[in-house]
DNA sequence: ATCAAGATTACCT
DNA sequence: GGTAATCTTGATA
């Protein structure tokens, strides 16, 4: 698996995907950011491996979830080799399948406002709610389980920018955060 | 044992 | 733009 600046960029227009017993939620990845154990003091893998970061530790491919401010979960995908503390922070979404469902997680409602709508997944906490991933997920593989990535439509590629990451304190510097431009 | 900070969000002015 | 909500982790003693 490749490095986690590298993983961000190539997830950007794939599918995150989820298949509970009933129906499949469904969203287009627009915006992720990397994080890596060296040179970046913001990552949680930066000061070495532990019992909460110990999935960003395994080789790319299994759900790295987290819980933080007492309230939510953010999901990121574990990048790199094995032993190599990285992963990937997925924070925005375009809803494409199973909207209703996302709908009524993040609002326990079926009706919405047009700007409740456009914040649906935009937020990688909004995004844990919508698909309903906390700790259980943690650890979760990729590539056997009922969350995955599946590659999208590959006429949609987008113009990839990189900025500045959200939210952090330190080494707000390093431009690792990417959006997919249409 | 104690404590500060946190890869956020919703709601307020 | 500011802040409360709310609790776990990791660092320090």
């Known amino acids: 698996m490749c490095s986690s600046l590298e993983l961000a960029q ?21 915006e992720t950011e990397a994080y890596d154990q ?14 909460r970061n110990d999935v960003m530790f ?18 990121n995908v574990s990048a ?10 997925i924070r925005g979404l375009k809803p494409l399948t199973g ?8 609002y326990s409602t079926n009706k919405v406002t047009e700007k409740q709508k456009a ?11 919508a698909f309903n991933i906390n700790m259980s997920n943690n650890g979760l593989d990729l590539l056997t389980e009922n ?20 939210g952090i304190s330190k080494s707000k510097d390093l431009l690792w955060r990417f959006t997919a431009d249409v």
């Open 10 to 30: 190539k997830l950007l227009g794939t599918y995150l995907v989820k298949s509970d017993s009933n129906f499949v939620i469904a969203g287009e990845i627009i």
């Open 38 to 51: 060296f040179g970046d003091e913001a990552s949680h893998s930066f000061r070495g491996k532990t019992k």
């Open 58 to 75: 395994r080789s790319g491919g299994y759900l790295y979830v987290y819980f933080t401010y007492g309230v939510h979960y953010c999901c």
């Open 80 to 89: 790199d080799k094995e032993g190599r503390g990285a992963a990937v922070l």
């Open 99 to 106: 909207i209703d469902e996302m709908i009524k997680r993040r």
């Open 119 to 129: 914040n649906l997944v935009n937020g990688p906490a909004k995004i844990c709610q």
């Open 147 to 166: 969350i995955y990535i599946a590659r999208g439509n590959l006429d949609s590629i987008y113009s990839i920018k990189a900025s500045q990451r959200i």
